[in-house]
């Protein structure tokens, strides 16, 4: 049904790009698709945009932080471009490079970045690694196999206790450390200040000057969902041009400069290269969020969007339904939230219709209008942007249409269609790694994702495409039906968001689907109603529980069409996920397959109807 103009939505102007698409079909039934618009010309190297803005907007803020007195510490663009400079001569007596590249084992702040930049400005590659890999993991495996893989010549953490342990056990003697705060005993370590009292950088900028689109930036480990992380060499030319891509489609970053408060670590592409790419390319500011989309950590969160309004705001489903909550709940937040917020974004998973609803209705009460929800589809090897949602859908697994300079081919595998990209924003191989990049790569030199998409509609591919799942995670029943696992996981999550944090579909050659289900403490704990002082296992067994998640399974199974599509059972568990057991990546994202082996017996259990923490379906 056609609205009018009196019930239509009305959405707060936005400059977003609308670019149509050029489709060629083949016989055998492969799919290409790309942007009519061209990509137009990006700087060769993104440190140039530094040195844009450091002529034109000098004082402007550039990036800020909360320093221990929780004021705001910041750093104009003439201030980056001057410790860039500095650092970056200071870099080059290491003799760092490709080789020996520079390892950043701590997380977001304000040394972590004027030494990137320092060493982009040096043409060192540099590598942020998660710190979940020093200070969560237990036996360091994934930190073991980044060092042994890129044999950094220089350490870097911002304060030395907390990683001491993971240095002394994994990092060679003879590798220097670099540090904000403190020293590790026995080591060749010093002090991150010292980096900035360079005085003659002339042999740094011609180092800089000599740096081309081909130099590469950093590297970046992907999460690791299927096997070891692997390393993706991130070059100035796939930075580059993801941001032009960006801009593009969202011409409204040059009407305004953008704003953006960010939790995101920049150990991964969203944070890192997507969103702080956006403020640097554009001459915006960035305020690093130093909280979470966790019950503990998004006060902090609250406090900063209370204090700083942003342009944009940018986050995993998670952190939009935190917010969502809190933005109905708190006056103070709303007014200072929506006062010039021009753009929503979301990535990493589904955003469930409930939360797009409750942001919708928070917008039209607040301001009179709704905002518009955006979102794409993207990877680290594509630094990391290939569609975006520019065309007319919006709806839970749409990922839109191709961006202008990335092409898209869809071709047919096992009845579904594999996406693959090519573009100058795509990796040209994993580091090191001959075997695996002889195959994720064509004949046609288009990056073979694994990710399974499809037209939203056959007849009007202008429409978009739809995120159809992975297809290393499909599998067959005994019966030999095939299960799409991808839909069947995003629609169980999403109708369960206020209780399901993610479930794992189960499982290969068994007659029946089941669900493991990681579900929301604190929000299983409120339903129960049971104190603070019960223990998960009674939380998740408590009758309100057991009663709530017996109904989920019976709205899911509503749409059920057969065997490949009904879940006959679930199981809540009070056993988080192990990133030492390589069942979730740092970011959050569950790998199923790790999961579907490291509980073998479990899942044995659960099959066998032996297992109490088995919900049967109504």
Same mark, same amino acid.
């Given at each position: 049904?056609?609205?009018?103009?009196?019930?239509?939505?009305? =959405?707060?102007? @936005?400059?977003?790009?609308?670019?149509?698409?050029?489709?060629?079909?083949?016989?055998?039934?492969?799919? =290409?698709?790309?942007?009519?618009?061209?990509?137009?010309?990006?700087?060769?190297?993104?440190?140039?945009?530094?040195?844009?803005?450091?002529?034109?907007?000098?004082?402007?803020?550039?990036?800020?932080?909360?320093?221990?007195?929780?004021?705001?510490?910041?750093?104009? =663009?003439?201030?980056?471009?001057?410790?860039?400079?500095?650092?970056?001569?200071?870099?080059?007596?290491?003799?760092?490079?490709?080789?020996?590249?520079?390892?950043?084992?701590?997380?977001?702040?304000?040394?972590?970045?004027?030494?990137?930049?320092?060493?982009?400005?040096?043409?060192?590659?540099?590598?942020?690694?998660?710190?979940?890999?020093?200070?969560?993991?237990?036996?360091?495996?994934?930190?073991?196999?980044?060092?042994?893989?890129?044999?950094?010549?220089?350490?870097?953490?911002?304060?030395? +206790?907390?990683?001491?342990?993971?240095?002394?056990?994994?990092?060679?003697?003879? @590798?220097?450390?670099?540090?904000?705060?403190?020293?590790?005993?026995?080591?060749?370590?010093?002090?991150?200040?010292?980096?900035?009292?360079?005085?003659?950088?002339?042999?740094?900028?011609?180092?800089?000057?000599?740096?081309?689109?081909?130099?590469?930036?950093?590297?970046?480990?992907?999460?690791?969902?299927?096997?070891?992380?692997?390393?993706?060499? +991130?070059?100035?030319?796939?930075?580059?041009?993801?941001?032009?891509?960006?801009?593009?489609?969202?011409?409204?970053?040059?009407?305004?400069?953008?704003?953006?408060?960010?939790?995101?670590?920049?150990?991964?592409?969203?944070?890192?290269?997507?969103?702080?790419?956006?403020?640097?390319?554009?001459?915006?500011?960035?305020?690093?969020?130093?909280?979470?989309?966790?019950?503990?950590?998004?006060?902090?969160?609250?406090?900063?969007?209370?204090?700083?309004?942003?342009?944009?705001?940018?986050? @995993?489903?998670?952190?939009?339904?935190?917010?969502?909550?809190?933005?109905?709940?708190?006056?103070?937040?709303?007014?200072?939230?929506?006062?010039?917020?021009?753009?929503?974004?979301?990535?990493?998973?589904?955003?469930?219709?409930?939360?797009?609803?409750?942001?919708?209705?928070?917008?039209?009460?607040?301001?009179?209008?709704?905002?518009?929800?955006?979102?794409?589809?993207? %990877?680290?090897?594509?630094?990391?942007?290939? +569609?975006?949602?520019?065309?007319?859908?919006?709806?839970?697994?749409?990922?839109?249409?191709?961006?202008?300079?990335?092409?898209?081919?869809?071709?047919?595998?096992?009845?579904?269609?594999?996406?693959?990209?090519?573009?100058?924003?795509?990796?040209?191989?994993?580091?090191?790694?001959?075997?695996?990049?002889?195959?994720?790569?064509?004949?046609?030199?288009?990056?073979?994702?694994?990710?399974?998409?499809?037209?939203?509609?056959?007849?009007? /591919?202008?429409?978009?495409? %739809?995120?159809?799942?992975?297809?290393?995670?499909?599998?067959?029943?005994?019966?030999?039906?095939?299960?799409?696992?991808?839909?069947?996981? +995003?629609?169980?999550?999403?109708?369960?968001?206020?209780?399901?944090?993610?479930?794992? @579909?189960?499982?290969?050659?068994?007659?029946?689907?089941?669900?493991?289900?990681?579900?929301?403490?604190?929000?299983?704990?409120?339903?129960?109603?049971?104190?603070?002082?019960?223990?998960?296992?009674?939380?998740?067994?408590?009758? /309100?529980?057991?009663?709530?998640?017996?109904?989920?399974?019976?709205?899911?199974?509503?749409?059920?069409?057969?065997?490949?599509?009904?879940?006959?059972?679930?199981?809540?568990?009070?056993?988080?996920?192990?990133?030492?057991?390589?069942?979730?990546?740092?970011?959050?994202?569950?790998?199923?397959?790790?999961?579907?082996?490291?509980?073998?017996?479990?899942?044995?259990?659960? =099959?066998?109807?032996?297992?109490?923490?088995?919900?049967?379906?109504?």
């Amino acid at each position: 049904m056609n609205l009018d103009s009196n019930t239509r939505p009305r =959405y707060r102007p @936005v400059a977003i790009g609308h670019p149509e698409v050029d489709v060629r079909r083949e016989a055998d039934g492969t799919l =290409y698709m790309r942007a009519r618009e061209a990509l137009e010309q990006a700087p060769e190297r993104l440190l140039e945009r530094l040195q844009l803005w450091a002529a034109e907007r000098p004082q402007q803020t550039f990036v800020a932080a909360r320093d221990e007195s929780g004021d705001w510490r910041r750093i104009s =663009y003439v201030q980056m471009l001057d410790s860039t400079r500095r650092i970056a001569q200071s870099l080059l007596a290491y003799g760092l490079g490709p080789e020996r590249p520079l390892l950043i084992l701590s997380g977001n702040d304000l040394e972590h970045l004027q030494l990137a930049f320092g060493a982009l400005y040096a043409g060192i590659p540099y590598c942020p690694v998660s710190p979940a890999y020093s200070l969560v993991s237990q036996d360091l495996a994934k930190l073991r196999h980044i060092v042994s893989l890129l044999q950094p010549g220089l350490i870097f953490a911002a304060d030395a +206790t907390p990683f001491r342990r993971a240095i002394e056990t994994v990092i060679d003697a003879q @590798v220097p450390l670099l540090f904000t705060r403190g020293e590790v005993a026995g080591r060749q370590c010093r002090a991150f200040a010292e980096l900035l009292l360079a005085e003659d950088c002339s042999e740094a900028d011609a180092v800089f000057a000599a740096t081309d689109g081909d130099t590469i930036a950093k590297f970046l480990f992907t999460s690791g969902s299927t096997k070891l992380p692997k390393a993706v060499p +991130t070059t100035q030319r796939m930075l580059c041009s993801n941001q032009q891509m960006l801009l593009q489609t969202f011409p409204e970053f040059a009407k305004e400069p953008p704003v953006l408060v960010d939790w995101l670590p920049w150990n991964h592409t969203f944070g890192g290269s997507h969103n702080l790419g956006i403020v640097l390319y554009n001459g915006g500011s960035f305020y690093i969020d130093g909280g979470r989309p966790t019950p503990q950590g998004f006060a902090e969160t609250l406090r900063n969007l209370k204090d700083i309004s942003p342009t944009a705001y940018l986050t @995993v489903p998670r952190g939009w339904e935190e917010l969502a909550g809190a933005l109905e709940n708190d006056a103070q937040l709303r007014e200072s939230f929506f006062s010039r917020i021009r753009l929503f974004f979301f990535a990493a998973a589904g955003l469930s219709q409930d939360i797009w609803d409750r942001l919708d209705r928070l917008a039209e009460a607040h301001c009179g209008e709704r905002i518009r929800m955006m979102a794409g589809l993207g %990877m680290t090897e594509a630094a990391p942007s290939c +569609t975006f949602t520019t065309g007319p859908l919006s709806e839970a697994g749409y990922v839109g249409l191709p961006a202008p300079g990335c092409e898209v081919k869809l071709v047919p595998w096992e009845g579904k269609l594999e996406a693959r990209y090519r573009g100058p924003n795509l990796m040209r191989g994993y580091w090191r790694n001959p075997e695996q990049n002889a195959e994720v790569f064509d004949e046609e030199g288009f990056y073979c994702s694994g990710d399974a998409l499809r037209l939203a509609d056959e007849a009007n /591919p202008q429409l978009g495409l %739809m995120f159809d799942g992975r297809l290393a995670e499909d599998f067959k029943l005994s019966s030999g039906v095939f299960v799409n696992v991808g839909p069947l996981r +995003t629609r169980a999550v999403l109708a369960g968001a206020r209780y399901v944090q993610d479930v794992v @579909v189960l499982a290969p050659n068994r007659p029946s689907l089941g669900l493991l289900v990681f579900p929301r403490m604190a929000e299983c704990r409120a339903l129960a109603g049971l104190g603070k002082d019960a223990s998960e296992a009674q939380v998740l067994g408590s009758a /309100p529980v057991r009663a709530w998640f017996g109904e989920w399974l019976g709205q899911l199974n509503q749409q059920a069409t057969g065997n490949a599509n009904f879940f006959g059972w679930a199981a809540l568990l009070d056993e988080a996920p192990s990133i030492d057991r390589g069942e979730i990546t740092d970011k959050g994202s569950l790998n199923q397959r790790a999961i579907l082996a490291s509980r073998a017996e479990l899942i044995e259990g659960l =099959y066998r109807g032996d297992d109490a923490r088995l919900i049967p379906a109504p």
